[in-house]
């Protein structure tokens, strides 16, 4: 498993606009997290006629409570991407993508295959179900005012969004669970989110085995649950955070000294060490051999 560092992108990429519809829809509304859940802007009737009810899910088939199958997940961990709110199976040849923010925290969780990109993540909900009803409602709007073509297609856990979008096709898939919801977003070229392809198989796949860890915490209704990355790849993403901070901080200071008619920004060189004599190699001089 490869893992890509990098920071959200607005404009251009083939799966870029994924990324504008990840966190678009979401409103922090004044309901809290409780059974009280106010649909009236949606006519029930009318919404049922257009996406149908979600389809029953069996036992053995996630996405799945953490409470549920905390017993059973340590003889598979090491198969698993522990992002903290939510566990997830890695394709085979897939790659790690972590978007973060200006501040160096991750923001988004990206597993990219040769077919596309999934993106799976956790919000709060109430207990009662019904978010995804809603979110997928108001995401068809959204993505038809951008100019999308947005069809309502029936999968395994019911309604799906399917939309065409300029920089990308997308695939929109939510399932509700006990006080949490979980939507995935599978983004391709062209083709590459209709029904029967490889991606969209893949997107599937991701979503019947994924674990979402809600927690205690009382939090607003579709409140992004966090990301936490495990230590190993924190660490990594830390160091690669302050390379890149050390890097735009040489160059700025170069361009100001170019600007000034200065000589460009030296960084100080550290001591020569001895070299090879009679008395030995540098190494043994030191100490070190």
Known sequence: MTMVFGRKKSKGGDTDDASRYE????????????????????????????????????????????????????????????????????????QLQVEMTPDGAPQAVHLATQHGRITVAAYAAPKSAGQWRSVAADLAETLRKDGAQVSVVQGPWGR??????????????????????????????????????????????????????????????????????PQELADQLAAAHQQQLAAQQQAMQAQMAAMQGGPAYQPEQAPAEPRRGAEGSAMQQLGLS
């Open 160 to 229: 799906e969004l399917h939309a065409v979008t300029q920089g990308a096709d997308l695939r929109f898939i939510g399932v509700d669970g006990y006080r949490w919801m979980v939507r995935l977003v599978a983004a391709g070229p062209s083709g590459a989110a209709d029904e029967n392809t490889p991606l969209v198989a893949a997107a599937r796949a991701v979503m019947s085995e994924t674990v979402v860890r809600r927690g205690d915490e009382p939090l607003p209704v579709r409140e992004p649950l966090p990301v936490v990355l």
């Open 23 to 94: 966190d678009e829809y979401i409103e922090y509304d004044e309901y809290g997290d409780s059974d009280e859940y106010d649909e009236t802007d949606y006519a029930a009737d009318e919404y049922d006629a257009q996406f149908g009810e979600p389809a029953a899910r069996g036992p053995e088939t996630g996405p799945f409570d953490f409470a549920d199958v905390a017993d059973r997940l340590e003889s598979i961990a090491e198969q698993r991407l522990d992002l903290g709110s939510v566990i997830v199976p890695v394709p085979p040849g897939g």
